[in-house]
T-cell receptor, first 111, second 117 residues
Framework: SQQGEEDPQALSIQEGENATMNCSYK?????LQWYRQNSGRGLVHLIL?????REKHSGRLRVTLDTSKKSSSLLITASRAADTASYFC???????????FGTGTQLKVEL | GAVVSQHPSRVICKSGTSVKIECRSL??????MFWYRQFPKQSLMLMAT?????????EQGVEKDKFLINHASLTLSTLTVTSAHPEDSSFYIC?????????????FGPGTRLTVL
């Protein structure tokens, strides 16, 4: 399987804390994307980082990419209860325009 | 961002019947659409890539005769689950590809919850 792995599988934090999720993948990539999914809903694109980029920011989100280790991390700062969702990384290798999704991290932010 | 819709959002059917799910890109043309399947608390697994005007490309292990895909126009792809069985119960999500220059972003529909009794 080419599916990447994410850890932790589940993460529970208090509102205001930071949340860090990690993603590892197996093949060379063109870019890596992070998505969010609320329970029983579709996916929302959060951020894309290209293989030649090392870090990217978008609001309270910070993504890093280490292609030598084939890993990425997503940091959500000052978390809110509304951030409660599942977060998936997905890699794009260029072949067939396909995305390969990681196993996901279920984040719960408690008040 | 681009909007992708799916219809229906939920469907319950009897075993042996066929179910059609529609995926539409509402404000852009999508030459490529993707169909995923997601079991509870699991990740998305790509089932097939749907190309406008040509046959779909199925992933290994996905039965093309059971999951019929038609991409008749640049804004519509359909997935038909034929002779559905309880094990086909799942969350089906489509996405439409957009972007150039290596961006290749996908916009996802809200998903269809299929329950086969």
């Amino acid at each position: 399987s080419q599916q990447g792995e994410e850890d932790p599988q589940a993460l529970s934090i208090q509102e205001g804390e930071n949340a860090t999720m990690n993603c590892s993948y197996k093949t060379s990539i063109n870019n890596l994307q992070w998505y969010r999914q609320n329970s029983g809903r579709g996916l929302v694109h959060l951020i894309l980082i290209r293989s030649n980029e090392r870090e990217k920011h978008s609001g309270r989100l910070r993504v890093t990419l280490d292609t030598s280790k084939k890993s990425s991390s997503l940091l959500i700062t000052a978390s809110r209860a509304a951030d409660t969702a599942s977060y998936f990384c997905a890699t794009f290798t260029g072949g067939g325009n396909k995305l390969t999704f990681g196993t996901g991290t279920q984040l719960k932010v408690e008040l | 961002g681009a909007v992708v819709s799916q219809h229906p959002s939920r469907v319950i059917c009897k075993s042996g019947t066929s179910v059609k799910i529609e995926c539409r890109s509402l404000d852009f043309q999508a030459t490529t659409m993707f169909w995923y399947r997601q079991f509870p608390k699991q990740s998305l697994m790509l089932m097939a890539t749907s190309n406008e005007g040509s046959k779909a490309t199925y992933e290994q292990g996905v039965e093309k005769d059971k999951f019929l895909i038609n991409h008749a126009s640049l804004t519509l792809s359909t997935l038909t689950v034929t002779s559905a069985h309880p094990e086909d119960s799942s969350f089906y999500i489509c996405s439409a590809g957009a972007g150039t220059g290596g961006r290749n972003e996908q916009f996802f529909g809200p998903g269809t919850r299929l329950t086969v009794l």
